[in-house]
């Protein structure tokens, strides 16, 4: 059931990264740093206004949408309370972005400017909790149509709009906010999400912020963690750094994203639905499984990456970030390496067992240790530092969580296959290292199937039994 709903999501799991990786590298050959810095300023602010006005009300709808299936009342009851949640968190995003442009001094403070950042804070919001909904719900049309359309179009809308005007912050902003607001057009139809009058449905509203209110408090350490480092090189040397640290993270975080979400979609629903029907046991166990794939997914693309972050800096960053990027790209590949494995493995073991302040406390750790370090890091050693400091901070966390995890009924890390899986990408990681750096993209491209392939051998050596039975099976169906 697993691989059938992972190889479904597939699509989704994908090219929204791909699009996402390809817009990096875009914009950073249409922004000046400046404009750049700007921009990644307000995309993290927009992940804080989820956070703070969307995400728990989110959380509620994948792990408790299913539960009341068969009663009207309550589904009536669900979309109301869902459709005032969303007004809501619409009209905050709004005066988020004006505070903002009033707290930094930096940032343009035009009207233009700021009707933008409201409108992509709102859209790209309401986007992320209409993916969660069509994953509560199942329906995996419209959890593609919501990861892909936005991405698409920003970057094709983005690329025709470079041809006519001098792009700008603001520009990039309203590009974004109209794409995703296409993609919420042609995907509300798909969600299940309904009309209903706008009114206070209580019982849905105290059960849905009894869950997410740790949630949301997880979130913000989460928020912090993930983009505390923007504002620490914003704030010690300008908006210019955060411009030019923003290319290397947003590769190295959406590498790792990349590689993990091939399962994370269809993960944790599945032992969502496993502890429904079999109690806490059959859900970790499912969990457990998703684990072991996300391990298989995570540590060749981590180690792949690595490899050829230098090459990446060098062959398709433009020449103003291609520096700072060089230095700051393996660790921001080891950061979102780390986060990514702990948000969607031992974190959502609390998320299962209902015990959601186990995460808040988690992800308090990683939001301190990421402040922290991060600042000792610039001090020391620049932005190459503070990016140190952060990947330290992920690594912290991570192996915090674990160790609250070994401690839950029931769940067994995965040992075998994530020491198969760590030593072939070892061998893959050695084996690149060996190969010196690219001097083209042709190179590129084969130093990439090289490291697959050498992967894939390693597999095979490492699972002799697996590999024959898939074969045996092959020759099967052939026949």
Do not use: C
């Not at 009663?71 to 905050?92: C, K, Q, Y």
């Not at 061998?427 to 042709?442: E, K, Q």
């Amino acid at each position: 059931m697993l691989l059938r709903q992972t190889l479904l999501y597939l699509p989704a799991q994908v090219l929204a990264p791909l699009l996402q990786f390809a817009a990096i590298l875009a914009w950073a050959w249409w922004l000046p740093p400046v404009e750049m810095g700007a921009f990644t300023i307000l995309a993290a602010a927009q992940e804080l206004g989820y956070l703070l006005f969307l995400s728990w009300f989110s959380a509620y709808a994948l792990r408790y949408f299913g539960d009341g299936e068969g009663d009207p009342d309550h589904r009536r009851a669900f979309h109301a309370s869902e459709n005032l949640v969303i007004l809501t968190a619409g009209g905050l995003n709004f005066a988020l972005a004006a505070s903002l442009v009033a707290w930094f001094g930096d940032l343009p403070a035009d009207a233009a400017f700021i009707l933008a950042a409201g409108a992509f804070l709102t859209t790209r919001s309401v986007n992320a909790h209409m993916a969660e909904r069509a994953r509560a719900a199942q329906r995996i049309g419209a959890y593609t149509l919501l990861q892909v359309t936005g991405p698409a179009l920003g970057l094709l809308m983005g690329w025709i709009a470079h041809g006519f005007v001098h792009l700008n912050a603001a520009w990039a902003l309203a590009i974004h906010a109209a794409a995703h607001l296409a993609a919420i057009a042609a995907a509300l139809p798909l969600t299940g999400m309904r009309p209903a009058p706008l009114r206070l449905a209580a019982p849905v509203l105290r059960k849905a912020l009894a869950y997410g209110a740790p949630l949301l408090l997880a979130g913000g350490f989460s928020w912090i963690a993930l983009n505390a480092l923007r504002y620490v090189a914003e704030g010690f040397q300008g908006l210019a750094a955060a411009g030019l640290i923003a290319v290397g993270l947003g590769l190295g975080q959406r590498g790792a994203a990349f590689a993990a979400m091939f399962v994370t979609a269809a993960a944790f629903p599945l032992a969502v639905k496993a502890h429904r029907e079999g109690g806490e046991q059959a859900g970790m166990r499912q969990l457990a499984l998703g684990g072991a794939l996300l391990i298989a997914a995570l540590a060749p693309a981590v180690a792949g990456l690595f490899a050829i972050s230098h090459d990446v800096s060098m062959l398709l960053v433009s020449e103003n970030y291609r520096p700072v990027t060089a230095m700051v790209l393996p660790w921001a590949i080891v950061m979102g390496a780390a986060r990514n494995l702990r948000s969607h493995f031992p974190d959502q073991v609390f998320l299962l067992a209902g015990r959601s302040s186990t995460v808040t406390l988690v992800d308090g750790i990683d939001a301190a240790a990421t402040v922290a370090l991060s600042i000792a890091g610039i001090v020391l050693a620049g932005l190459p530092g503070a990016v140190m400091g952060a990947a330290a901070a992920a690594i912290i966390a991570a192996i915090a969580s674990f160790a609250l995890a070994a401690r839950q009924p029931h769940f067994a890390f995965p040992w075998g296959h994530a020491a198969r899986a760590t030593f072939a990408s070892g061998l893959m990681l050695a084996a690149l290292a060996l190969f010196g750096p690219a001097a083209h993209i042709t190179t590129l491209v084969f130093k990439i199937l090289l490291g697959a392939a050498i992967h894939a051998l390693g597999l095979a050596a490492l699972y002799p039994r697996e590999l024959a039975a898939a074969l045996t099976s092959l020759r099967t169906r052939l026949a």
